[in-house]
């Protein structure tokens, strides 16, 4: 069996799997009381042992890739050493950007940039993160649009289910994915890159 996990790692993290174990694809996680969005700003979470030297070789080598759950705020600072890295990096939740500091925000900026030079990936998921006004999120819009329209083939998508450290009301997964068809016009061609194409070559 194959599985498939994305913990979360900082610069004390130890214990990283065996060569038989690469088919895991998990590293060592913290504990799991992990503090909620509501908690974490780019001041104040790290960004992880992935930006450090030890174990990266190692990582490209198991064939795992690195993934970022920051605020875009942090990515002008942090693009070069992420260029760096010697495993594919995907940025998460859009750069978890508040819709209210507008698609033009320098860090969200940064990121599309990032995604036309192939430097990252990005998933554009977890609209109800990012806006209170479920279930069109219509001020997440400019952000999705910004991105389907420079990079397609840098985007991955999902339902984040089940949705952990959400406080708020419950989105359906239904009219998540809905929303992402609505983003892309209902074009099968760029539905079937971001669900189908990028993820086959990013998680192969």
Not at 17 to 30: F, T
Not at 68 to 77: E, R, T
Request: aromatic residues 8%; glycine residues 6%; contains cysteine.
């Amino acid at each position: 069996m194959r599985a498939a996990g994305a913990p979360a790692v900082d610069e004390g993290a130890a214990g990283f799997a065996e060569p038989d174990e690469r088919d895991l694809h998990v590293m060592s996680s913290l504990p799991s009381g992990r503090p909620g969005p509501s908690r974490h700003d780019s001041a104040r979470i790290p960004v992880g042992a992935c930006l450090l030297p030890r174990g990266r070789v190692r990582w490209r080598d198991l064939g795992w890739h690195a993934q970022f759950w920051c605020d875009c705020a942090a990515l002008p600072d942090l693009r070069d050493r992420i260029a760096a890295l010697p495993v594919p990096v995907v940025i998460d939740h859009f750069g978890r950007i508040p819709t209210d500091r507008g698609a033009d925000d320098p860090g969200f900026l940064t990121l599309r940039d990032m995604l036309v030079c192939d430097e990252v990936y990005c998933k554009i998921l977890g609209a109800y993160r990012l806006s209170p006004h479920a279930p069109d999120y219509p001020d997440l819009r400019p952000f999705a649009d910004r991105l389907i329209t420079a990079a397609p083939d840098r985007l991955v998508w999902g339902t984040d289910w089940p949705h952990p450290n959400h406080a708020g009301t419950m989105p359906d997964d239904a009219d998540l994915l809905d929303l992402l068809a609505d983003w892309c016009d209902h074009d099968a061609d760029l539905l079937t890159r971001i669900l189908v194409t990028t993820p086959e070559h990013l998680y192969a």
